[in-house]
């Protein structure tokens, strides 16, 4: 299959690519840096990159996280996807793999299964949040073969959760750095992917029925819990414990991409995050 992966050189892309080939793909990288650089918000650039690559498939990887702007991340998911949709339907690709995330679920007490609609809330920022994801995943779903991909948090090289990234930078204290998660030490709770198996799930999803479907590791878990070692993997202290919870941060479930065959190398954080390489962590 001929493969157009939009976001080659991103944190997932850089391990999807090399894992495409090896499954037998031919693969036709863009990103907005690299040999082939295309902006995702110029409609007619992205137009004419599918129409060159005339791919029998589209992968969508594309986000901008780089400076923590929710606004220009919630652009790509919004407009980007758009062009990136248009252009796949005019190339007559009907097929396309697309990255979301599974913490815009509505509140609940129990992890969320893909059957928990997305979040209703008006409160901001998260309100923008869901829109851009609301947006993200009915416009792919325009394509008559439209796989959602729900990712948890990602941690491995070139994510905010890499060793000197900036959770470890916020962690340690650093003048004018933040937590950038989106819980802090109490009881709210998280899913996350290593990026290796993010990749691997996309590749799958290439011959996976339409839909959406989370791609998280086996262990949802409270702040309280996997902070504390991601704190000792990444070498910085662990913040004091605080009390409540978030009631949308409830985690998610993976049995529905486990019953089509994909199972994470890293199955829980508990041990993903200590496995590290020069790189970062293992990848």
Same mark, same amino acid.
């Given at each position: 299959?001929r493969v $157009?992966?939009?976001?080659?050189t *991103?944190?997932?892309g850089?391990?999807?690519?090399p894992? $495409? ?6 693969v036709v990288?863009?990103s907005r840096?690299?040999? &082939?650089? @295309?902006?995702?918000l110029?409609?007619?650039?992205v137009?004419r990159?599918? !129409?060159e690559?005339?791919p029998?498939?589209v992968?969508?990887?594309l986000?901008d996280?780089?400076s923590?702007?929710?606004?220009a991340?919630n ?5 980007g ?6 252009a796949?339907?005019?190339?007559g690709?009907g &097929?396309?793999?697309?990255q979301?995330?599974s913490?815009a679920?509505?509140?609940g007490?129990a992890? %969320?299964d ?7 809330t008006?409160?901001l920022p &998260? ?9 993200? =995943?009915?416009t792919v #779903? ?7 991909l729900r ?16 959770? #470890? #930078?916020?962690?340690? *204290?650093a003048?004018?750095?933040?937590f ?11 899913s996350?992917?290593h @990026?290796?198996?993010? !990749?691997e799930?996309?590749?799958r ?5 339409a839909?959406?479907?989370?791609v998280?590791?086996?262990e949802?878990a ?7 070692? $991601?704190a ?7 913040p =004091?414990?605080s %009390? ?5 941060a409830r985690?998610?479930v993976n049995?529905?991409?486990r019953?089509?065959g994909? !199972?994470p190398a890293r ?13 970062g962590?293992g @990848?």
């Amino acid at each position: 299959m001929r493969v $157009l992966v939009a976001g080659a050189t *991103g944190a997932v892309g850089r391990h999807l690519v090399p894992r $495409l080939e090896a499954a037998g793909h031919e693969v036709v990288g863009i990103s907005r840096r690299g040999p &082939r650089p @295309v902006d995702v918000l110029d409609a007619g650039a992205v137009l004419r990159a599918v !129409a060159e690559a005339a791919p029998d498939a589209v992968v969508h990887q594309l986000t901008d996280l780089g400076s923590a702007d929710g606004a220009a991340n919630n652009r790509v998911r919004i407009e980007g996807t758009r062009n990136l949709v248009d252009a796949a339907r005019a190339a007559g690709v009907g &097929r396309i793999v697309a990255q979301s995330i599974s913490w815009a679920y509505a509140p609940g007490d129990a992890p %969320a299964d893909e059957s928990v609609p997305l979040d209703t809330t008006e409160d901001l920022p &998260r309100a923008r949040i869901v829109a851009g994801v609301r947006a993200l =995943e009915s416009t792919v #779903a325009e394509l008559p073969e439209a796989v959602v991909l729900r990712y948890g948090i990602l941690y491995g090289p070139g994510t905010w959760y890499a060793p000197g990234g900036p959770v #470890a #930078a916020a962690l340690a *204290g650093a003048p004018g750095a933040r937590f950038l998660g989106s819980t802090a030490a109490d009881a709210s709770v998280s899913s996350f992917v290593h @990026v290796a198996d993010a !990749a691997e799930a996309a590749v799958r999803a290439l011959a996976w029925p339409a839909g959406a479907y989370n791609v998280v590791d086996d262990e949802p878990a409270a702040g309280h819990d996997w902070l504390p070692v $991601l704190a000792g993997a990444l070498g910085v202290p662990a913040p =004091e414990r605080s %009390a409540g919870r978030t009631p949308w941060a409830r985690g998610a479930v993976n049995a529905r991409a486990r019953a089509l065959g994909w !199972a994470p190398a890293r199955p829980s954080w508990r041990t993903g995050f200590a496995d590290r390489c020069e790189s970062g962590y293992g @990848v």
